[in-house]
């Protein structure tokens, strides 16, 4: 049982700057990949970045420069750190654990509000 648990969202103003955090806890004992996700009202789910467990990082061309993924492998953290945060960001953030070959997990979400 794998359960992944975000913490960090809040309100903030246009310019600012705020750091998620994704807790797991549970059994991770394969080649996984994790990864921040985000839901705005009335869009899909996106990838905003990944990290796997050899620490490859991969970010979306719109947080590029931006924002900033990373993990702790030995305290079971993943963190998404960003800046310059526009009302574009406002969104649900999800924490996504994959592990090889088929298993995914999800977070909660965190509600992520940037105010113009």
């Known amino acids: 049982q794998v359960q992944l648990v975000e913490s960090g969202g809040g309100l903030v103003q246009a310019g600012g700057s705020l750091r998620l955090s994704c807790a797991a806890s549970?059994?991770?004992?394969?080649?996984?990949?994790m990864g921040w996700y985000r839901q705005a009202p009335g869009k899909q789910r996106e990838l905003v970045a990944s990290v796997t467990s050899g620490g490859s990082t991969n970010y979306a061309d719109f947080v590029k420069g931006r924002f900033t993924i990373s993990r702790d492998n030995a305290k079971k953290m993943m963190y998404l750190e960003m800046n310059s945060l526009n009302p574009e960001d406002t969104a649900v953030y999800y924490c996504?654990?994959?592990?090889?070959?088929?298993?995914?997990?999800w977070g909660q979400g965190t509600q992520v509000t940037v105010s113009s």
């Open positions: 549970g059994s991770i004992f394969r080649l996984n990949v």
């Open positions: 996504n654990l994959h592990q090889l070959p088929t298993y995914d997990y």
